[in-house]
């Protein structure tokens, strides 16, 4: 049944895709929902749902408890590397192929972006598969294991920790001005598989909608406000996308 899901897509959103100059994209964890990684806020799957975003999620978390933070990322990153990017990933490949200035933002450390073919790719919270010193904040391409958990620093001797932004850390500078630069410039700019709670990121789309970005959120959320300039589009992305493409390039 799933399979042939094909849902229809708003003529006027069709032909803003298909004539759109400059388009931004911001996703979040239900864009690789499909690639089997969980999302945050699901009651019933999301990873916040079996662990305090308190007791993971931050630099307090880390001092407190290093070496459960570590190894809650570390399971995190084998499952990124296992899983393979889905029909919404490689959807936006297609669509950078057809927009003369694409930016995709990603809050995203999965990587799968990159992974499915996408090039102008911004990460917004960093990556996963990155390590760096938690007293340096430097990032290292390798270190030896001496059976610590976490591992040491060769520089320094301190903890190593995940790449990624956690709770009430800065996000990367140039990432996110880069971010705002293209959602503040853009014709188009689509929210995909995001909750839009975690501020910054959250407010890039008001950000382009009071710029005049035609604005298009695709999430399983139902819409609670749907008026000019805003299409709420509620469904799986790998299923929406791929049909928001065919129909703005038919083969
Ligand atoms: C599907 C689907 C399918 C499912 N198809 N859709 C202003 C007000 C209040 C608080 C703040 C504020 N400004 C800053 C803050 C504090 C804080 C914050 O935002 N708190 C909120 C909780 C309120 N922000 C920060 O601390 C940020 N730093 C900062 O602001 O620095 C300046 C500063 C410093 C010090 C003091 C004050 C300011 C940093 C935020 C870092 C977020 N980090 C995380 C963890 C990253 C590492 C990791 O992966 O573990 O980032 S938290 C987590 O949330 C992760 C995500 O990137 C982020 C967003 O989640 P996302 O992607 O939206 O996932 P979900 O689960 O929420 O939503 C999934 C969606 O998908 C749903 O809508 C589903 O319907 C949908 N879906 N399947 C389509 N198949």
Redesign the pocket.
Known sequence: MSETFSPTMPLGLVEALHNARRIAVLT????S??SGLP????PMT?LWASYR?EEL?TPQAFRRNPRLVWEWYAKRREMAAQVAPNA?HLALVEIERHVPAFTLIT???DGLHQRAGSHNVVEL??N?ARTKCFDEDVVLDSWEGTGEVPPRCPRCGGMLRPD????????PEQAFQTAIEAAANCDLFFS??????????ASLTQLARHMGATIVI????VARLVEGKLYHLNG???KILPALVRAAWPQ
């Open positions: 979040g964890a239900g864009i929902a499909e999302t945050f806020r699901d999301g975003p999620a919404a809050q995203n450390v919270h960093g996963i990624v932004v956690w709770f009430g850390e800065q996000l995909i598989g995001t909750s839009g709670i975690v501020e910054p990121a695709i999430n399983l959320e799986p992305a790998g």
